[in-house]
Every structure is written in C-alpha cells, then in structure tokens.
C-alpha cells in the first residue's frame, strides 16, 4: 500500500512553532529606506521633451520580515514631456 499511516501538521494556532519558525509566523510589513538619483541628459524646450537616467539603491524584498534584505541597484533612463 502507500501512504501514510497517520498524518501529521503543524498545530494550528502557533501553539507548535519552533525558534526557526518563529519569522515566518511572525509578519513585518516595515517600510525600508533607499535612495534615487535622477539626472537630465537632454531637454527640448520646443516640444517639453526631457530625458535623462537614473539609479536606485534599495532594500529586496523581505518576505513580510523573515529574510534580511540585500541592497539592489537599478539604473535605468527616464522620459518625460512637460506641458503647461
């Protein structure tokens, strides 16, 4: 036969949890500091065309509080057109 002869869980309510286990009950939905940098690199004030680039450095994801976070960096370019 397969299977099981008894199954066993987690005892619901966190009446079981471990210390290894205690993160992923315990939920963070702290907000993280990071900082941005954008720079024009061409402005057309006869049709209000702006561009320029960018870089972020932040914090990953934490999984609501159970990992530490790691600092990422994205650069990228960015366009916008102005009007009055």
């Known amino acids: 036969s397969t299977g099981y002869d008894s199954a066993q869980a987690l005892p619901a309510g966190g009446a079981g949890d471990s210390e290894e286990l205690a993160k992923e ?3 963070s939905t702290k907000v993280l500091s ?3 940098v ?3 690199a061409k402005y057309d004030p ?3 065309e ?4 960018f870089q972020s450095v932040q914090p990953s994801d934490t999984d609501l509080g159970a990992k530490v976070p790691k600092d ?3 650069q990228g370019l960015w366009y916008a057109q102005l009007q009055q």
């Open 72 to 74: 990422i960096k994205i």
């Open 38 to 40: 954008l720079s024009i």
């Open 34 to 36: 990071g900082k941005a």
């Open 46 to 48: 006869s049709t209000g």
């Open 25 to 27: 009950n315990a939920k």
């Open 50 to 53: 702006i561009a320029g680039v």
